[in-house]
């Protein structure tokens, strides 16, 4: 079989209509990425491959820089002031090395859809491609909404903190009709989560002057969320994303949280017990916003994040130095708050993504106690995540969620990238999707009903994330 020809990941005939007569066609709805709604807004074109592929200022694709430092390359050439040709020539020796590595499909597919390049990038090609693809970058057809609105996105919703005043978003709200999709702001109070950050106390006067309110203590940090959450769903907002890399349950009573709030304000040290029973506060005050706002709540748990400490020093957050977390409680502690939740009924929809995959069977079947409520698949099993976003990954997720629950009703993929590049992840993702109901069917373990399989990968692939959301 050659690289990435139209069948690639395709196993057998139904897997192969399933993708070309169904699934392909499908929009876009992206619910979770980190495009910068500034460089949508501008609209620039990327002056070459490195800018838009390796990094744009200090912004870029940590995964690709992971691989470069894998194989040797010299950080000057990755995240440095190294010559931008340079660095694609490392790239390409990089990729060179990466057969069995997403990162090798997902180059070569970007190449082919977007650039019309069917070659194997290589050493003696890279000259020629480098040349192509830059005289490319410069046309319309390169400008990043272009490049949103001709992979068929409907929706892109972007990673934003609550304080933001989403001055980007409101800006594109005004060119949806003309853009064909629409910017829509995705809440993430990590800052409010990292209550150990020496500029707590510096946020919680950002989110007073934002909101309005004056917070002295607990009750009104979640006042001022109330007022963010209220502007965040007048922009079209939905969902709010929760990064939790170790969470244990531990409820408190409102002087014991507002005491640690006060030690936080101080930059005083806090016990592992004392941001626990903060975070247990807040998180519980999420659930209560998103459920009154009919918002998502999206959990990814389970990571070890900028693991390199000089690095991290050097180059901050996303970086490319995170690896699979190994609490291995971190599911009973989630457990315990929805159970909390419960009773009184403040169990929003909610989709968990652990970057460690043992943990899915006990989030999948946790979620089983808590559907219902007259929403359909209230709780999700999201697409596998970051370290886990390969064919393997992918699958394994599906025939988890298949098992536990119905996989009709799950809301699909997602990119969570930097680069307007990415879009093809989703191509990606439904020939996995394809190819695991046409097994199915193959194997006599499905009706072989190709329109009404047809309609379920076309659900999964757009419709349902559509719906779900309310956009
Ligand atoms: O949203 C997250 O927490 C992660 O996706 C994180 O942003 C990471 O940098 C990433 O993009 C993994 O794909």
Redesign the pocket.
């Known amino acids: 079989m050659t690289l990435l020809n139209d069948d690639f990941l395709l196993s057998n005939d139904t897997a192969k209509i399933l993708f070309h007569e169904y699934a392909a066609k499908m929009p876009i709805i992206d619910f979770?990425c980190?495009l910068n709604p500034k460089e949508i807004y501008e609209n620039k074109n990327y002056p070459n491959l490195t800018r838009i592929w390796i990094n744009e200022d200090h912004y870029g694709d940590?995964?690709k820089w992971r691989l470069m430092r894998a194989n040797g390359v010299d950080e000057k050439y990755i995240t440095g002031d190294g010559d931008e040709y340079k660095k694609f020539i490392e790239w390409t020796k990089t990729i060179q090395n990466a057969y069995g590595n997403p990162l090798y499909e997902w180059t070569h597919l970007e190449l082919r859809r977007f650039f019309h390049i069917n070659n194997e990038l290589n050493l003696e090609n890279a000259p020629m491609i480098w040349e192509k693809a830059n005289k490319m970058l410069q046309t319309d057809a390169f400008k990043p909404r272009n490049l949103i609105k001709n992979m068929n996105v409907k929706v892109v919703c972007t990673?934003d903190d609550p304080a933001s005043d989403l001055k980007y978003q409101k800006l594109l709200k005004k060119d949806e009709k003309e853009n064909g999709f629409k910017v829509l702001p995705a809440m993430r109070p990590d800052k409010l989560i990292d209550i150990r950050n020496n500029e707590f106390g510096n946020y919680l006067q950002q989110l007073s002057d934002v909101s309005g309110v004056k917070i002295n203590n607990f009750a009104d940090i979640i006042s001022a969320l109330h007022q963010r959450f209220e502007f965040f769903s007048e922009m079209g907002g939905k969902l709010s994303?929760h990064?939790l890399l170790t969470y244990h349950y531990v409820p408190a009573t409102k002087e014991e949280i507002d005491a640690i709030v006060d030690k936080a304000v101080k930059n005083e040290d806090l016990t592992d017990k004392e941001v626990d029973q903060y975070l247990t506060a807040l998180l519980e005050q999420l659930m209560k916003l998103n459920t009154e706002f009919d918002w998502t709540m999206q959990f990814?748990i389970n990571s070890i994040r900028n693991m390199n400490r000089p690095m991290f020093k050097k180059l901050g957050a996303?970086t490319g130095y995170?690896s699979v977390g190994t609490q291995p409680d971190i599911v009973d502690s989630i457990a315990k708050l929805y159970r909390h939740m419960q009773d009184t009924n403040n169990v929003p929809k909610t989709i968990f993504y652990s970057l460690n995959s043992n943990d899915w069977m006990q989030l999948a079947t946790l979620m089983g106690s808590f559907q219902g409520d007259g929403g359909v698949e209230r709780l999700q099993l999201g697409a596998g995540?970051?370290f886990n976003?390969t064919a393997e990954g992918m699958d394994r997720q599906l025939r988890i969620f298949a098992q536990q629950s119905l996989l009709p009703h799950f809301v699909g993929m997602l990119t969570?990238?930097?680069s307007f590049l990415s879009y093809p992840r989703h191509e990606y993702f439904r020939r996995v999707l394809c190819n695991f109901y046409g097994k199915l069917a193959e194997q006599g373990r499905v009706p072989d009903n190709i329109d009404k399989l047809g309609k379920i990968v076309q659900d999964i692939s757009y419709n349902n994330a559509h719906n779900y959301f309310k956009f």
């Open positions: 979770h980190h940590h995964y990673t994303d990064s990814h996303d995170d995540w970051w976003d969570d990238s930097r």
